[in-house]
């Protein structure tokens, strides 16, 4: 495989934006955020977990303050290249017996992270899990592909439109510095390009082949509700995961961390006992 | 105040309700999980919505699925994490099943606690911002889709045109591949002389792949000139079974293969691997198929200066070094010699004989006997002996690291292989060769030059050829 040279421990976590607060001592916890948002999401939930736990926080990058240079598109054309940077920030901290927490598409990133290098990972919860989002005979995907291409319209309307881009663009400024600026003022800021090539590979990959090789204890908590992932895809990915436990959330939508962070937080905690 | 202002502001289409019901935006107030709890008439009128229908649900149920898809990963994020959202784009499925773009500005109203209590949304008709935007986004991506082509050839060009080995080529190759189609790694197969394949550079695995089924994908590729495709771990399971498992154990997930040819030279092939499910899009395989162009243009021009500087260096009858190449590979002899402190021995042979098949049955019956005789010089040298075609009938054979016993031995093996019965002769014609051997010990500070060693084995063969001809005469300097 072709493999980047070792990037170093400073290099990892400010590629990352990694945060770690909580019991240093204590049993470690990664929150991952998923497609479209920062580590911002965990707001609410992560402070929970600060007593007794030592809470890591990141962004993928691409997202929130993560370093944009470091963006490389073959790496992160896979979710295995996420899956590669996970691994790095637990080898980075040295972190052992981790609860790996992933939201939405961050969900298989731990799931592929943990297959191929499963010696990091105490616990598995994956919130909203979707190895597959397109829909297929044999298979409860609920998107066709004219949906991702749609939302890579959204994507561009709303990143891309008149007054935030296109009048620089029109000046001549092609590199726009502006954006930089930007990324760091809003919440859940993302690089319009990488997020456009994100959905891409979010959306159109499928890693169902990945849950059979999951060997850590591994809880699916599945939203009511959810369109990005709905219960029957939920409850695939639970039976795909021998031993997986499932819990069904009374929280509707796809982001139970905003909004039941305190269901989220009590099943996270009824799982680690 | 004038008179017919403050008549205005009593008309009855002012009153607060009229203001709501008709504002020149859509307006709706939902609960902080958003569900619709109020809407206004513009909206109705807008989508078509009546709002006994849509009070109670979703305003999300209300959005295209992509809209959705929009809304979950991002919009609703934002409006909880910041509390509001403004000049959202999304589009909104009307009652009549048609699309209408808005945008959209939404306010979180707090209660006494900091918790929200609802959501009010203003909603404006983008149709023609929507309409004019995508425009110019379609032609931005055309712009940036054909610069960043042009871009990826230039770099590929510059890359390739620095090479100067097949090697070197393969490795340029492999890079820009990768990076010009996003490629988790890539890899250049080059076909051997036997048309076996060989990896020439990139992905180390892909040798395991071969033999799990892309051998023949490969071949494929080549003979039909077109690009192969995978595009996901079913379709190489359908093509060949277990490829996908090779695949997959390996972290990919699809593949190309691109033949490297021009119109009339095959070479072989660029592999990229995918680590996702990745369709054949056209962008794509027109540029794997014009870097495979450009690529294999520069390895035409590679062979042909490899074949021109083979000529230039060997003898055309014979395929033996010639007297050019012979002169170098001597001086560097010498010069290895010199710094090891072993012996280098060099062999000089003329044939006897030789001149009267020449005149007696003609110049290609001479040729086909000098081919013959190289072939055996070819067939008993050490493996790296270089034999030489000096001129006419002689040869040079370099030996390096052969002391005087040595040098005698694989003389002597010259000797007796080139009096073997000729097959293109009639067996009355027979040859031999008068050979003399020159043996050069080097001590420190010690320099010979090649012009002295060919000197003086030449004048040990005459020696052997004045002896009585068919004999080997060695002489140590």
Same mark, same amino acid.
């Given at each position: 495989?072709?493999?980047?040279?070792?990037?170093?421990?400073?290099?990892?976590?400010?590629?990352?934006?990694?945060?770690?607060?909580?019991?240093?001592?204590?049993?470690?916890?990664?929150?991952?955020?998923?497609?479209?948002?920062?580590?911002?999401?965990?707001?609410?939930?992560?402070?929970?977990?600060?007593?007794?736990?030592?809470?890591?926080?990141?962004?993928?990058?691409?997202?929130?303050?993560?370093?944009?240079?470091?963006?490389?598109?073959?790496?992160?054309?896979?979710?295995?290249?996420?899956?590669?940077?996970?691994?790095?920030?637990?080898?980075?901290?040295?972190?052992?017996?981790?609860?790996?927490?992933?939201?939405?598409?961050?969900?298989?990133?731990?799931?592929?992270?943990?297959?191929?290098?499963?010696?990091?990972?105490?616990?598995?919860?994956?919130?909203?899990?979707?190895?597959?989002?397109?829909?297929?005979?044999?298979?409860?995907?609920?998107?066709?592909?004219?949906?991702?291409?749609?939302?890579?319209?959204?994507?561009?309307?709303?990143?891309?439109?008149?007054?935030?881009?296109?009048?620089?663009?029109?000046?001549?400024?092609?590199?726009?510095?502006?954006?930089?600026?930007?990324?760091?003022?809003?919440?859940?800021?993302?690089?319009?390009?990488?997020?456009?090539?994100?959905?891409?590979?979010?959306?159109?990959?499928?890693?169902?082949?990945?849950?059979?090789?999951?060997?850590?204890?591994?809880?699916?908590?599945?939203?009511?509700?959810?369109?990005?992932?709905?219960?029957?895809?939920?409850?695939?990915?639970?039976?795909?995961?021998?031993?997986?436990?499932?819990?069904?959330?009374?929280?509707?939508?796809?982001?139970?961390?905003?909004?039941?962070?305190?269901?989220?937080?009590?099943?996270?905690?009824?799982?680690?006992? | 105040?004038? $008179?017919?202002?403050?008549?205005?502001?009593?008309?009855?289409?002012?009153?607060?309700?009229?203001?709501?019901?008709?504002?020149?935006?859509?307006?709706?107030?939902?609960?902080?999980?958003?569900?619709?709890?109020?809407?206004?008439?513009?909206?109705?009128?807008?989508?078509?919505?009546?709002?006994?229908?849509?009070?109670?649900?979703?305003?999300?149920?209300?959005?295209?699925?992509?809209?959705?898809?929009?809304?979950?990963?991002?919009?609703?994020?934002?409006?909880?994490?910041?509390?509001?959202?403004?000049?959202?784009?999304?589009?909104?499925?009307?009652?009549?099943?048609?699309? &209408?773009?808005?945008?959209?500005?939404?306010?979180?109203?707090?209660?006494?606690?900091?918790? @929200?209590?609802?959501?009010?949304?203003?909603?404006?008709?983008?149709?023609?911002?929507?309409?004019?935007?995508?425009?110019?986004?379609?032609?931005?991506?055309?712009?940036? *889709?054909?610069?960043?082509?042009?871009?990826?050839?230039?770099?590929?060009?510059?890359?390739? #045109?620095?090479?100067?080995?097949?090697?070197? &080529?393969?490795?340029?190759?492999?890079?820009?591949?990768? =990076?010009?189609?996003?490629?988790?790694?890539?890899?250049?197969?080059?076909?051997?002389?036997?048309?076996?394949?060989?990896?020439?550079?990139?992905?180390?695995?892909?040798?395991?792949?071969?033999?799990?089924?892309?051998? #023949?994908?490969?071949?494929?590729?080549?003979?039909? #000139?077109?690009?192969?495709?995978?595009?996901?771990?079913? /379709?190489?399971?359908?093509?060949?079974?277990?490829?996908?498992?090779?695949?997959?154990?390996?972290?990919?997930?699809?593949?190309?293969?691109? $033949?490297?040819?021009?119109?009339?030279?095959?070479?072989? =092939?660029?592999?990229?691997?995918?680590?996702?499910?990745?369709?054949?899009?056209?962008?794509?395989?027109?540029? /794997?198929?014009?870097?495979?162009?450009? *690529?294999?243009?520069?390895?035409?021009?590679?062979?042909?200066?490899?074949?021109?500087?083979?000529?230039?260096?060997?003898? /055309?009858?014979?395929?033996?070094?010639?007297?050019?190449?012979?002169?170098?590979?001597?001086?560097?002899?010498?010069?290895?010699?010199?710094?090891?402190?072993?012996?280098?021995? &060099?062999?000089?042979?003329?044939?006897?004989?030789?001149?009267?098949?020449?005149?007696?049955?003609?110049?290609?019956?001479?040729? /086909?006997?000098?081919?013959?005789?190289?072939?055996? &010089?070819?067939?008993? *040298?050490?493996?790296?002996?270089?034999?030489?075609?000096?001129?006419?009938?002689?040869?040079?054979?370099?030996?390096?690291?052969?002391?005087?016993?040595?040098?005698?031995?694989?003389?002597?093996?010259?000797?007796?292989?080139?009096?073997? @019965?000729?097959?293109?002769? @009639?067996?009355?014609?027979?040859?031999?060769?008068?050979? #003399?051997?020159?043996?050069?010990?080097?001590?420190?500070?010690?320099?010979?030059?090649?012009?002295?060693?060919?000197?003086?084995?030449?004048?040990?063969?005459?020696?052997?050829?004045?002896?009585?001809?068919?004999?080997?005469?060695?002489?140590?300097?």
């Amino acid at each position: 495989m072709t493999t980047s040279p070792p990037a170093s421990d400073l290099g990892v976590l400010r590629r990352n934006n990694v945060s770690v607060t909580g019991d240093a001592a204590a049993r470690p916890i990664v929150f991952a955020h998923g497609f479209g948002c920062s580590k911002e999401m965990w707001n609410v939930v992560a402070p929970q977990f600060e007593a007794d736990h030592r809470v890591v926080l990141f962004d993928a990058v691409g997202a929130g303050s993560s370093d944009l240079s470091a963006y490389d598109p073959a790496k992160y054309d896979s979710l295995h290249g996420y899956a590669d940077d996970l691994l790095e920030i637990l080898d980075t901290l040295d972190l052992r017996d981790v609860v790996f927490v992933g939201h939405s598409v961050a969900a298989m990133v731990g799931v592929l992270a943990a297959t191929h290098d499963p010696s990091r990972f105490g616990a598995l919860v994956l919130v909203g899990p979707s190895p597959r989002y397109v829909a297929e005979e044999g298979y409860p995907g609920t998107f066709q592909q004219a949906d991702i291409d749609g939302l890579l319209d959204a994507l561009d309307a709303n990143y891309l439109g008149w007054s935030a881009t296109m009048a620089p663009l029109i000046m001549g400024n092609l590199d726009r510095p502006e954006l930089g600026e930007k990324l760091t003022e809003s919440f859940c800021s993302v690089d319009p390009g990488i997020a456009r090539h994100f959905a891409r590979v979010t959306f159109l990959s499928d890693n169902r082949r990945d849950l059979a090789g999951v060997r850590t204890p591994t809880l699916v908590l599945q939203c009511s509700e959810d369109a990005i992932a709905p219960t029957p895809v939920g409850r695939y990915v639970h039976e795909q995961i021998a031993g997986s436990r499932f819990v069904q959330l009374s929280a509707t939508g796809h982001c139970p961390n905003l909004s039941a962070p305190d269901e989220l937080v009590e099943e996270i905690r009824a799982f680690l006992g | 105040m004038p $008179p017919d202002i403050a008549g205005d502001l009593s008309r009855p289409d002012d009153t607060d309700t009229e203001l709501f019901e008709h504002a020149p935006c859509g307006y709706l107030t939902t609960t902080p999980d958003g569900i619709i709890t109020r809407v206004n008439r513009t909206f109705e009128k807008w989508t078509g919505h009546r709002r006994e229908a849509i009070v109670g649900t979703p305003f999300m149920d209300l959005l295209t699925t992509s809209g959705q898809l929009f809304h979950e990963t991002r919009y609703a994020m934002v409006l909880r994490l910041a509390g509001e959202v403004r000049e959202v784009a999304l589009n909104v499925e009307c009652a009549d099943g048609t699309e &209408l773009p808005i945008l959209v500005n939404a306010i979180a109203v707090l209660g006494d606690d900091g918790e @929200p209590v609802s959501i009010r949304t203003a909603v404006f008709d983008a149709t023609e911002r929507q309409d004019y935007e995508r425009q110019l986004l379609a032609a931005r991506r055309e712009a940036e *889709a054909s610069e960043a082509r042009v871009r990826v050839l230039q770099d590929a060009t510059s890359a390739f #045109g620095a090479a100067e080995s097949a090697a070197s &080529l393969a490795l340029a190759l492999a890079e820009s591949a990768r =990076v010009a189609l996003r490629a988790t790694t890539a890899a250049v197969l080059l076909a051997e002389p036997d048309g076996d394949l060989a990896l020439a550079a990139g992905e180390e695995e892909t040798p395991a792949l071969l033999d799990a089924g892309l051998r #023949g994908l490969a071949h494929h590729a080549i003979e039909s #000139g077109e690009i192969v495709a995978i595009t996901s771990l079913d /379709q190489a399971r359908s093509i060949v079974p277990g490829l996908d498992d090779a695949l997959h154990e390996r972290r990919l997930a699809a593949l190309t293969i691109a $033949p490297l040819r021009t119109s009339t030279e095959s070479f072989g =092939v660029i592999l990229c691997f995918f680590g996702r499910d990745r369709a054949s899009d056209p962008e794509t395989r027109d540029m /794997q198929a014009a870097l495979a162009r450009q *690529a294999a243009q520069i390895l035409r021009r590679i062979r042909l200066q490899g074949e021109l500087e083979h000529r230039a260096l060997h003898d /055309q009858l014979t395929g033996l070094a010639n007297r050019k190449l012979l002169g170098e590979r001597l001086e560097a002899s010498i010069a290895t010699a010199a710094r090891s402190g072993r012996p280098l021995s &060099l062999v000089f042979l003329d044939l006897d004989g030789f001149k009267a098949i020449n005149d007696d049955l003609g110049h290609r019956v001479g040729d /086909q006997v000098l081919v013959e005789v190289a072939g055996r &010089l070819r067939s008993v *040298a050490r493996g790296g002996d270089l034999p030489a075609r000096y001129g006419g009938d002689e040869f040079v054979v370099i030996c390096d690291d052969a002391d005087a016993s040595a040098g005698a031995v694989i003389a002597e093996r010259f000797r007796s292989e080139v009096r073997r @019965p000729l097959t293109s002769v @009639p067996a009355r014609y027979t040859i031999a060769a008068s050979i #003399g051997v020159v043996t050069w010990v080097p001590r420190s500070g010690d320099a010979v030059s090649a012009d002295r060693l060919v000197r003086v084995a030449d004048e040990a063969m005459y020696s052997s050829k004045h002896g009585g001809r068919d004999r080997v005469t060695s002489v140590t300097l």
